[in-house]
């Protein structure tokens, strides 16, 4: 299972590996000069969520989705995911800063690679974590099916309920890192999931509060603001 990123619309698909080197590493804006931002899956390992992000961000900065492994493969914790998903990271971008964001499980993932990239001595510039909570990780997944929308492929349903089921039982029994350096958290309205990232951050977290921290309409600015 693989999803390519033709914006604006994305869809689970069948890709053969060699059209990209990386297939972990989906291109959703190949094109510019500015460190690239690398959008981190959410629970069931897709990453349609960020097709919207690309028309918020500036046209000079690459952005990549950073989705679930071809060949199927699951890691035995959240940070042997977090150190392969590197690996992958810093063969698209081997030199310069890279910038980080992920949505609810992918924020609790996003923060677990820049600890791993950091251990590596890679800069990590802007982190970005949007309704994402480290100790209520779990919620994304309550209403599974529904929140998939109409662009995926059906006949994947089981696929992607077991990445989600294995997805959940990592974060379960993941204890962060601490990541040196400030985060933007994004939450939205009726909850505070930004407050949970003090314990795991040794830098300011700038936290916002918006109507709905999952619409790139809403938070693509404040995004892009962000990476400066």
């Known amino acids: ?10 869809a689970l698909t069948e890709l053969d590996p060699s059209n ?36 918020h961000v500036d046209d000079a900065r690459p952005i990549y989705g950073v989705q679930v492994p071809a060949s ?6 959240l940070a042997a995911l977090a150190a392969s998903y590197a690996d992958d990271i810093v063969r ?3 030199a310069g800063a890279v910038h980080l964001l992920g949505l609810s499980f992918g924020g609790v993932l996003a923060h677990a690679i820049a600890v791993e990239l950091q251990s590596r001595g890679v800069t ?15 919620a994304e997944g309550a209403d599974l ?3 998939m929308g109409d662009e995926i492929d059906r006949s994947h349903v089981e696929e992607l309920l077991a990445v989600a089921s294995h997805n959940d039982e990592l974060v379960q029994r993941h204890l962060p890192g601490i990541y040196f ?29 918006v109507p709905d921290a999952t619409s790139f309409d809403v938070v693509g600015p404040l995004v892009d603001n962000y990476l400066g």
């Open 181 to 209: 350096g400030d985060i933007l958290a994004v939450s939205s309205v009726g909850t505070d999931s930004g407050s949970a990232w003090h314990p795991f951050v040794c830098g300011t977290v700038a936290k916002y509060l």
């Open 72 to 77: 199927g493969e699951r890691s035995e914790s």
């Open 145 to 147: 099916l529904a929140s």
């Open 1 to 10: 299972m693989t999803v390519v990123n033709d914006l604006p619309h994305l």
């Open 124 to 138: 990590v510039g802007a982190l970005t974590l949007l309704d994402s909570d480290p100790v209520r990780a779990r």
């Open 20 to 55: 990209y080197a990386v297939p972990t590493i989906a291109p959703i804006r190949t094109t510019g000069h500015l460190d690239p931002v690398f959008c981190v899956h959410p629970l069931v390992g897709l990453v349609d969520c960020y097709a919207g992000l690309a028309t």
């Open 92 to 94: 698209v971008q081997p």
